[in-house]
């Protein structure tokens, strides 16, 4: 599976690379798709070796961290949500920045995963939000997205982003990052 990733994460170097965007993002959906199939793999392994330790949390009232997935690819959507409820997180959606605030304002999240380009309202926009928000502004915001040169980055944190992660990400990069944020 690393080889197959490592593979793909190197087609930048050939011919089709710039001519076709469509197959730039399947390239990367498909890049996704490998490190969350690694990662699941790993995480079984986790699981059955660790079932035994984890009898007594069948009995305690922990609550779950709710985490809102702001994205407006319906696949980044399902696979971000899919592989955070997979770490144990509740996963609430929003397809654009002006559905997000609406369900901020509803019912606050623990944490915010905040693609940049959407529709309606851009995620460098809805973090600035959330953050001159004295109800909101300690919820901790992911920024993840395509858009991965320094500068993006950069941007990402001068508006008040707490973490950015560029895709095509690794599985563990955004399932540690989210977590490591929620611990505070």
Same mark, same amino acid.
């Given at each position: 599976m690393n080889s197959l990733r490592r593979l793909l994460q190197n087609h930048r170097h050939l011919p089709f690379h710039q001519d076709d965007p469509f197959l730039e993002d399947a390239v990367n959906l498909i890049i996704n798709i490998v490190g969350i199939l690694s990662f699941r793999i790993s995480e079984q392994d986790s699981v059955h070796r660790s079932r035994h330790q984890n009898c007594h949390s069948l009995f305690s009232k922990e609550v779950m961290s709710r985490?809102?997935?702001?994205?407006?690819?319906?696949?980044?959507? /399902?696979?971000?949500?899919?592989?955070?409820?997979?770490?144990?997180l509740d996963?609430?959606?929003?397809?654009?920045?002006? /559905?997000?605030? /609406?369900?901020?304002?509803?019912?606050? =999240?623990?944490?915010?995963?905040l693609d940049i380009v959407m529709p309606r309202m851009n995620g460098y926009e809805v973090c600035r939000q959330i953050k001159a928000n004295p109800k909101t502004q300690n919820i901790p915001v992911v920024m993840c997205s395509s858009k991965g040169e320094e500068f993006d980055r950069?941007?990402?944190m001068k508006q008040g982003a707490d973490a950015y992660i560029a895709k095509p990400f690794? =599985?563990? /990069?955004?399932v540690g990052t989210v977590k490591q944020l929620l611990r505070g």
């Open positions: 985490v809102l997935v702001v994205e407006d690819s319906v696949t980044q959507r /399902e696979m971000i949500t899919d592989l955070l409820k997979g770490s144990g996963v609430t959606v929003a397809s654009d920045g002006v /559905e997000a605030l /609406e369900q901020i304002a509803g019912k606050s =999240p623990d944490l915010v995963v950069y941007w990402g690794q =599985p563990t /990069e955004l």
